[in-house]
């Protein structure tokens, strides 16, 4: 099922009185989301994920805009009447049933056409425990699950009535880090195989680029880059994209361009073909290369080995933080107070200093 957000707008009215200004939590949110597809909604508290994945299930309705579910409009329907399946951060299970109970659950209520035989829900609750991989866990009650597995129930439950779109928010961020990973490849293989569309809310930038076809970045109400993960790690639009993704973060630095060439500090680092101007550089940590003759020259402050790579943490007046972290192939030798460095320039990336906008670079 597409679904379609249409100049989506959703504004709150302040709480304090005395500042009239009101909370726009949704800007002008256009988007097709491919059916089908799988796609992380990401970005830091406050930016508006919610409120977009709450007005895409019908317990918000928008301020303005329309939301269209394949070629139907939504935008004034009930959550019960979208086809919706919902799972939030706390299970939100009835403490009460069993798991085969709050499976069945939303099946009790089906009327008409749709009104199932006792039999044949438990059949349904089966078939989804089973996608789920929970079916041997029927009779127990929530209190009697892990975590992973509370989350696994309320995957069934929102999936047991075959919804249109599935919509998820932030479901991992009650499990400890090993069931968080086990849990995401679960909704991975999960959605790849019932190939419902399926909207997935995070804070998280690893584990929205890990299970998405495409990923959302929003910052205060507004979408700030729309893509595949790659492409958006790859070729971020601007200073907040390139900072929010990425682990470990890009390193910033403030430099400038004169006479064709970037300099950091004192130092020209790179050939480049804009105009002079003050810049601020962003460099990946693996945009570093190891280089004795290398021009770009820091303080070695320490090495961690992490296997294959080693971490190298440095210090350079110019770098927005007190240390920076680059990562280079193991078979380095770093000795000495002194590391040099000659760069990847398609790992260095040029930022407008107002606006933060990407510069674009030949
Ligand atoms: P988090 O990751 O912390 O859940 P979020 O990105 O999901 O954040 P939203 O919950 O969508 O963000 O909130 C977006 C903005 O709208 C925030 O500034 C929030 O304070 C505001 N907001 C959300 N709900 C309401 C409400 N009912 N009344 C007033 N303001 C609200």
């Known amino acids: 099922m597409k679904v ?8 709150f009215p302040s709480r304090n009185k005395k500042e009239q200004k009101e909370v726009v939590a949704v800007s002008n949110f256009t988007f097709e989301i491919p059916d089908g597809t799988l796609i992380g909604l990401l970005g830091p508290s406050g930016c508006g994920k919610s409120t977009t994945l709450s007005l895409i299930c019908g317990l918000l309705k928008p301020t303005s805009g329309k939301i269209f579910f394949g070629d139907d409009e939504v935008t004034h329907l009930s959550p019960e009447n ?35 035989t006792k039999q044949e829900m438990a059949q349904k609750a089966l078939e989804t425990a089973k996608l789920v991989q929970i079916e041997e866990l029927m009779d127990r009650k929530p209190s009697e699950l892990s975590g992973g597995q509370q989350q696994r129930v309320a995957i069934a439950r929102a999936l ?94 403030k430099g400038k361009v004169k006479d064709r060439k970037l300099y950091i500090g004192n130092t020209a680092v790179m050939d480049t073909d804009i105009p002079d101007m003050p810049v601020t550089v962003g460099i990946r940590p693996e945009g570093f290369m190891a280089d004795e003759k290398g021009e770009f020259e820091c303080e070695l402050e320490r090495i961690e ?49 107002e606006k933060g906008s990407r510069i674009e670079v030949n």
């Open 82 to 116: 979208r086809g919706v399946g919902m799972v939030f951060q706390n299970y939100a299970l009835y403490p009460h049933l069993t798991v085969k109970q709050n499976i069945t659950f939303p099946l009790e209520n089906l009327k008409g056409k749709d009104k199932m």
């Open 4 to 11: 379609t957000l249409q100049n989506l707008t959703k504004t």
């Open 305 to 353: 080995v992490m296997g294959r790579d080693i971490s190298v943490i440095a210090k350079h007046e110019q770098c927005e933080t007190p240390v920076f972290r680059a990562i280079i192939n193991g078979e380095n030798e770093i000795q000495g107070q002194k590391v040099r460095f000659s760069l990847k320039p398609r790992k260095v990336y040029l930022f407008d200093n």
């Open 160 to 253: 047991v009535k075959m919804p249109r779109v599935l919509l998820l928010d932030e479901p991992l961020s009650n499990l400890d880090a090993r069931l968080r990973l086990a849990t995401r490849e679960e909704i991975r293989r999960i959605q790849q195989k019932t190939k419902i569309t399926t909207v997935f809310v995070t804070h998280d930038q690893e584990e929205a680029m890990s299970i998405s076809d495409l990923i959302v970045v929003m910052k205060d109400g507004i979408v700030q880059q729309i893509g595949k993960p790659q492409e958006v790690y790859n070729d971020p639009c601007n200073l907040f994209v390139a900072k929010f993704l990425g682990t470990p973060p890009i390193n910033i630095f």
